[in-house]
Antibody, heavy 115, light 107 residues
């Protein structure tokens, strides 16, 4: 059974950093292209970032709204994908989902950026 | 960026009715389109991919169609369990973008 479990969500002040983790199981993670997608309090979905597999040189892609502030990475030995979020803004407040193949989604983790 | 304009924003329909949700892309996305269903407090669930391919396990009353810049999701014979929000998404080009969603309620 495919599972994706996000952790690391929290209440954080603007300008601070936070790192999300998505631990996966049930599929060949090393071959998987992984995404982070977020959903704002207004329910709008926004694709955040993607990381491809080793065979694709771990290529990464980002939404313009997070480019330069967020970094997606992976550890194939742990079947996990990460999202390092720096210089957080109030508009980054959202539920963050980990996703594989658009088919499998984690349960989501809440990130609240507020002073 | 490719903009996805989804309509209507909300929809009220009766059980057994057929409903259609539209999505218009700001440029040709060559069928690189998915439809998702999301129920309150849950993650989105894939319904349709490549514009018209039904995802495994999705009831056949759901169907997708369209090409170029115009796409639609049709739900035949609406069931109570179909009450949810629906989103389109283009994955033809980066950055991948979603429509604003359609909230489907029972009349």
């Amino acid at each position: 059974e495919v599972q994706l479990v996000e952790t690391g969500g929290s209440l954080v002040q603007p300008g601070k950093s936070l790192k999300l983790t998505c631990a996966t199981s049930g599929f060949t993670f090393s071959n998987a292209w992984m995404h982070w997608v977020r959903q704002s309090p207004e329910k709008q979905l926004e694709w955040v970032a993607q990381i491809k597999a080793k065979s694709n040189n771990y290529a990464t892609y980002y939404a313009e709204s997070v480019k330069g502030r967020f970094t997606i990475s992976r550890d194939d030995s742990k079947s996990s994908v990460y999202l390092q979020m720096n210089s957080l803004k109030e508009e980054d407040t959202a539920i963050y989902y980990c996703n594989w193949a658009w088919d499998y989604w984690g349960q989501g983790v809440m990130v609240t950026v507020s002073s | 960026d490719i903009q996805m304009t989804q309509s209507p924003a909300s929809l009220s329909a009766s059980l057994g009715e057929t409903v259609t949700i539209e999505c218009r892309a700001s440029e040709d996305i060559y069928n690189g389109l998915a439809w998702y269903q999301q129920k309150p407090g849950k993650s989105p669930q894939l319904l349709i991919y490549n514009a018209n391919s039904l995802h495994t396990g999705v009831p056949s009353r759901f169907s997708g169609s369209g090409s170029g810049t115009q796409y639609s999701l049709k739900i035949n014979s609406l069931q109570s369990e179909d009450v949810a929000s629906y989103f389109c998404q283009q994955y033809y080009d980066y950055p991948y973008t979603f429509g604003a969603g359609t909230k489907l309620e029972l009349k």
